[in-house]
């Protein structure tokens, strides 16, 4: 396969780059692991690959994500460990809280606005 003029990686390298970044649980070292990509290489990637739209979505995505930055998934897992105050608790599928239909679902308030997508 040809390699891609802007990059020098095949069209098969580029498209799974762009595949890694899209998921949340796979770290920049990792992409720079399998393909030698930096964040800024990986970042200027889906810049020039993507749509301007589905580029700034991302970005907002990922920006500060934890799961996207390994040293930010071991400080975060550490200070959990060290933190017994926030502990799980899985209730069996009989005693799992009724949310009837008279009642709404509420969501948290989102910080994406429409003017920070432009």
């Known amino acids: 396969m040809p390699a891609h003029p802007s990059t020098g990686m095949s069209a098969a390298d580029v ?3 762009i595949g890694m970044a899209w998921q949340d649980d796979t770290p920049f070292e990792a992409m720079a692991l ?8 990986v970042i200027a990637l889906m810049r020039a690959h993507l749509k301007a739209r589905s580029f700034r979505v991302w970005r907002m995505r990922v920006r500060g994500r934890d ?4 040293a930010l998934q071991h400080a975060r897992s550490r200070a959990t460990s060290e933190d017994t105050a ?13 949310q009837s ?3 709404p679902l509420t969501l948290p308030r989102s910080g994406v606005t429409a003017a920070s997508l432009r």
């Open 101 to 103: 239909e008279s009642e």
């Open 15 to 17: 498209s799974a780059v």
């Open 86 to 98: 926030h502990t799980l608790v899985l209730l069996e599928p009989e005693k799992q809280p009724f």
């Open 34 to 41: 399998q393909f030698g990509l930096s964040e800024d290489q």
């Open 67 to 70: 799961t996207k930055h390994q």
